[in-house]
């Protein structure tokens, strides 16, 4: 059964500071990974989506890199901004119907 | 308009009310979703329809009954609930259900169970 931990759970940065949130899963055959946006009493936004043959993606200020092998997948949010502040969440994919299974996230605040 | 549109936002229900959840996409999609996201907890996927066929998680609950109409609409049946049973209830569509294809979500309906 997979599993994914996302740390850290809540970070808090100043507006401008680069970052990393971690992701990592315990089931290595994964098709895909995706990272979402989620924010407060909201539904979730696709940011990336890496596929399994891929070592990273870029969107804008947002890096994801996926290590398949190593069960790790990591997001780079450059020069964050207030704007940036929510929940972010990792999702590995497997086979089949879209069987994502979800972190718990890291919740993010860039202060002004 | 948004591609996943979720009624209604808020719900309030008892425990031997029966109420529903509707979802509804506008993006051509042939796959739709329910995840429940409770407090603390990784979101949950409860349901998937894909041209038409169904796929449940066997943990959900029976009083936890999905409905497809067709391929734009999702339906999630309440009944007898639990108060454990409040959570966010999040749809979601996809076009089809292989690797790679990015999922879209809605933003929710909040349950509240009394």
């Known amino acids: 059964k997979q599993e994914v931990t996302q740390i850290p759970a809540a970070l808090s940065v100043p507006e401008g500071e680069n970052l990393v949130l971690n992701c990592s899963f315990t089931d290595s055959a994964i098709y895909n990974l995706q990272w979402f946006r989620q924010d407060p009493g909201k539904g979730l936004t696709s940011l990336l989506l890496i596929q399994s043959s891929q070592r990273e993606q870029t969107s804008g200020r947002l890096n994801a890199s996926l290590d398949k092998s190593s069960g790790r997948s990591t997001l780079y949010i450059a020069a964050s901004q207030p704007g940036d502040s929510a929940t972010y969440l990792c999702?590995?994919?497997?086979?089949?119907?879209?069987?994502?299974?979800f972190g718990t996230g890291t919740r993010l605040l860039v202060s002004p | 308009e948004t591609g996943v549109t979720q009624t209604p936002r808020h719900l309030v229900m008892g425990m031997t009310n029966k109420k529903s959840l509707k979802c509804e996409q506008h993006?051509?999609?042939?796959?739709m979703y329910w995840y429940k996201q409770s407090a603390k907890k990784p979101l949950e996927l409860m349901f998937v329809?894909?041209?038409?066929?169904?796929?449940e998680n066997n943990s959900v609950p029976s009083r936890f009954s999905p409905e497809c109409p067709n391929s734009s609409h999702l339906f999630l049946h309440l009944h007898t609930l639990q108060p454990e049973d409040s959570a966010l209830y999040l749809c979601?569509?996809?076009?089809?259900?292989?690797?790679?294809?990015?999922?879209?979500f809605g933003e929710g309906s909040w349950l509240t169970v009394v």
């Open positions: 329809y894909s041209l038409e066929e169904r796929v």
């Open positions: 979601a569509s996809s076009q089809g259900t292989s690797s790679g294809n990015t999922i879209y």
């Open positions: 993006l051509g999609h042939n796959a």
């Open positions: 999702a590995p994919g497997g086979t089949g119907f879209q069987k994502l299974v």
